[in-house]
């Protein structure tokens, strides 16, 4: 990446929205560099939808104000704004051919005719339907119907593409298919594109930024690994990926390392980036940071033992769920490295598992 | 594979057979009847007495005959579209905003559908009586209190149908037209009426076939000067069902028919241009 920072295409200040006593949106400051590959990524209800809408123009916040390339927007409507959006359900003009369904946005806009033709060829040429212009909505499958959808959107240039639940309506496979697709367009038209989604491998793999929201609240925006890696509070952790949380006090705490009382655990000195208050906290450990052993291990690191409770074998990893002394259930993702390994582990069986301090995440919210 | 009979072998069930036919028989042979005898050399019309078109030509020279069924055209094209309009912005209405008393105009709008013909036609009438409506104008303008009452009646059907069309009405569609440019009108235009459009062409036609053969409030709120083809026909029958009512009745079913024939083939353009 270049060492400039590059200027923001999307700055909220302050928004606000409620709809009645209910607080969708609660002042909420984001930056949305240019040419980045956004998601907002949050659970149903969790006002990352009322968000993008506020961009597109359909809702107007209560307070706050929205800027898009410089520009105030907040009072704008959705017609005069330089964003488009796709929408989850596609919103495929049906009485229209594909064709028409890209070209509307240009007619209606007053381009003249001479340029739609060839626009409309290029958009459909980037999202590969070309030689189906002729084609109705109702003769296509739902992803072409998206690509529709896309073109139709890509063909006004926006500065901002929005994309509400893009792959949701989508079989596995293709959704698949389709992430790589967008990941391409996006490297291909070089518009910052803005994704709301529900699910965080969709967010994971597909965006250079994610911003994680709950109840209204952004609470955490980085990059898809520091926000794997590094989760600020319980919530991030636990939405994104599978999380063990262990209960702790910490009990001092100097430039770099905590000084820990874990629950189960004990006493423990774990890596940190900024000094923690003393008092309660949360250790988390990722399951897959977790070793399992079979047999008491000689070496420094087992630190909790159990029983196997539960085992969901995948074949490449099993998930192992495994009962500690204190009744905290913990799970475990073991690598089936060796074809001997899952064979070895059943119900009831004793364990010992270790983690590395510098794996484990101090949470203090 | 046989052990079951599919839907449509059921057509060979003798029971079947006979049950569509006397469905058949009783809403058909009535008409087949009136335009048989349409055909009857014979002024008392019983028995059948031979061919002749002698009734149809005595129908076109039945100048109050002939001015009845131009009212009842006249009448049935404007009433067809005012409540066309109405009964669609009603229905646009109800499905897109919210307001106080919303379901109130609802109910409010069905009654008409739901009111008895006869206390309809007697409504108006006093109605009519009591806001001094202009009598003994020219024509067409004269057949402004039926073409009036037309409408009260018709453009409740027409808000039902076109209101059930639009509950299927995806409305992101709109935002999407918006989203793309489009203003508020353009929106309407390119993208709310065409999908609308199969519920306009049905209503038309409902309220159409609702006008053209309305006796009973017609009967009420026309003058003597005013007679449209359903009362005129009324006021025939009285001294005896000659040939003649049934020519005039004949013409009356082909020209529904016509009507209904270009209102299909107006709501399914896609179809035959593929």
């Keep these: 990446m270049s060492a400039t920072p590059t200027p923001a295409i999307v700055q909220l200040q302050g928004v606000t929205k409620r709809f009645g006593s209910f607080t969708a949106v609660e002042r909420t400051n984001l930056e949305i560099p240019t040419n980045a590959f956004f998601a907002l990524l949050g659970p149903s209800g969790c006002g990352k939808t009322t968000l993008l809408r506020m961009l597109a123009g359909?809702?107007?916040?209560?307070?706050?104000?929205?800027?898009?390339?410089?520009?105030?927007?907040?009072?704008?409507?959705?017609?005069?704004?330089?964003?488009?959006?796709?929408?989850?359900?596609?919103?495929?003009?049906?009485?229209?051919?594909?064709?028409?369904?890209?070209?509307?946005?240009?007619?209606?806009?007053?381009?003249?005719?001479?340029?739609?033709?060839?626009?409309?060829?290029?958009?459909?040429?980037?999202?590969?339907?070309?030689?189906?212009?002729?084609?109705?909505?109702?003769?296509?499958?739902?992803?072409?119907?998206?690509?529709?959808?896309?073109?139709?959107?890509?063909?006004?240039?926006?500065?901002?593409?929005?994309?509400?639940?893009?792959?949701?309506?989508?079989?596995?496979?293709?959704?698949?298919?389709?992430?790589?697709?967008?990941?391409?367009?996006q490297h291909e038209v070089g518009i910052t594109f803005i994704v709301v989604t529900h699910d965080q491998e969709e967010a994971l793999s597909m965006a250079d930024r994610i911003a994680v929201m709950e109840k209204g609240r952004i609470l955490q925006i980085a990059p898809p690994r520091e926000l794997y890696e590094q989760p600020n509070c319980r919530f991030v952790a636990g939405f994104i990926g599978a999380m063990n949380l262990f209960e702790a006090q910490v009990r001092a705490a100097d430039n770099g390392h905590a000084q820990l009382e874990v629950k189960g655990v004990g006493a423990l000195q774990v890596p940190v980036d900024h000094t923690p208050p003393r008092g309660p906290a949360t250790l988390a450990v990722r399951p897959e940071k977790l070793r399992l052993f079979t047999a008491r291990p000689e070496a420094q690191g087992a630190r909790l033992s159990g029983l196997v409770e539960q085992l969901a074998y995948f074949g490449d990893t099993s998930q192992v769920y495994v009962r500690l002394g204190d009744g905290e259930r913990v799970t475990v993702t073991h690598h089936n490295a060796t074809r001997s390994t899952a064979a070895g582990l059943a119900a009831g069986q004793p364990v010992w598992l270790g983690f590395d301090p510098a794996d484990a995440i101090l949470l203090t919210d | 594979?046989?052990?079951?009979?599919?839907?449509?072998?059921?057509?060979?069930?003798?029971?079947?057979?006979?049950?569509?036919?006397?469905?058949?028989?009783?809403?058909?042979?009535?008409?087949?009847?009136?335009?048989?005898?349409?055909?009857?050399?014979?002024?008392?019309?019983?028995?059948?007495?031979?061919?002749?078109?002698?009734?149809?030509?005595?129908?076109?020279?039945?100048?109050?005959?002939?001015?009845?069924?131009?009212?009842?055209?006249?009448?049935?094209?404007?009433?067809?579209?005012?409540?066309?309009?109405?009964?669609?912005?009603?229905?646009?209405?109800?499905?897109?905003?919210?307001?106080?008393?919303?379901?109130?105009?609802?109910?409010?709008?069905?009654?008409?559908?739901?009111?008895?013909?006869?206390?309809?036609?007697?409504?108006?009438?006093?109605?009519?009586?009591?806001?001094?409506?202009?009598?003994?104008?020219?024509?067409?303008?004269?057949?402004?209190?039926?073409?009036?009452?037309?409408?009260?009646?018709?453009?409740?059907?027409?808000?039902?149908?076109?209101?059930?069309?639009?509950?299927?009405?995806?409305?992101?569609?709109?935002?999407?037209?918006?989203?793309?440019?489009?203003?508020?009108?353009?929106?309407?235009?390119?993208?709310t009426l065409p999908y609308m459009k199969p519920g306009l062409i049905a209503g038309a036609l409902l309220a159409m076939t609702l006008s053209l053969d309305d006796f009973v409030i017609t009967f009420f709120t026309s003058g003597p000067e005013t007679l449209t083809f359903p009362v005129k026909v009324y006021s025939m029958v009285r001294f005896g069902a000659t040939p003649e009512v049934n020519a005039a009745s004949t013409v009356l079913i082909v020209v529904t028919i016509l009507l209904t024939i270009i209102a299909i083939r107006l709501q399914s353009p896609a179809k035959q241009e593929g």
């Excluded at chain 1, 499958?141 to 309506?169: F, H, M, T, Y």
């Excluded at chain 2, 469905?23 to 061919?51: H, T």
């Design chain 2, 1 to 191: 594979m046989a052990d079951r009979p599919g839907p449509l072998d059921y057509l060979r069930r003798w029971w079947l057979r006979g049950w569509i036919l006397a469905v058949v028989v009783f809403l058909y042979a009535p008409i087949v009847c009136l335009v048989v005898f349409s055909f009857n050399d014979s002024r008392r019309n019983i028995v059948w007495q031979g061919f002749t078109l002698d009734y149809y030509g005595r129908a076109l020279r039945n100048a109050s005959l002939i001015e009845a069924f131009t009212n009842s055209l006249v009448v049935a094209l404007v009433a067809t579209v005012l409540s066309t309009i109405i009964g669609a912005l009603l229905a646009l209405a109800l499905w897109r905003f919210r307001f106080v008393g919303r379901s109130a105009v609802e109910a409010g709008s069905a009654l008409p559908i739901v009111i008895p013909e006869i206390c309809m036609g007697v409504a108006l009438l006093v109605f009519f009586t009591r806001v001094g409506w202009p009598t003994g104008l020219v024509w067409p303008l004269n057949l402004s209190s039926v073409i009036f009452s037309h409408v009260a009646f018709a453009f409740p059907f027409v808000t039902v149908v076109v209101r059930a069309r639009m509950e299927g009405f995806d409305r992101s569609l709109e935002e999407a037209s918006k989203d793309l440019g489009a203003s508020e009108w353009q929106t309407f235009w390119n993208v």
């Design chain 1, 58 to 185: 359909f809702e107007s916040p209560t307070e706050g104000s929205i800027l898009i390339d410089g520009q105030e927007m907040s009072r704008v409507p959705p017609n005069r704004r330089p964003v488009n959006m796709v929408f989850q359900s596609y919103a495929v003009f049906p009485h229209m051919t594909v064709a028409e369904n890209v070209a509307y946005g240009l007619k209606v806009s007053g381009v003249p005719r001479a340029e739609i033709g060839p626009r409309v060829r290029d958009a459909l040429a980037m999202v590969r339907l070309t030689g189906l212009e002729g084609r109705k909505p109702d003769q296509m499958s739902g992803g072409q119907r998206q690509r529709v959808a896309l073109a139709r959107a890509l063909v006004k240039r926006p500065k901002v593409l929005l994309l509400d639940e893009p792959l949701s309506a989508l079989d596995k496979k293709l959704r698949e298919e389709m992430q790589l697709e967008l990941v391409r367009l």
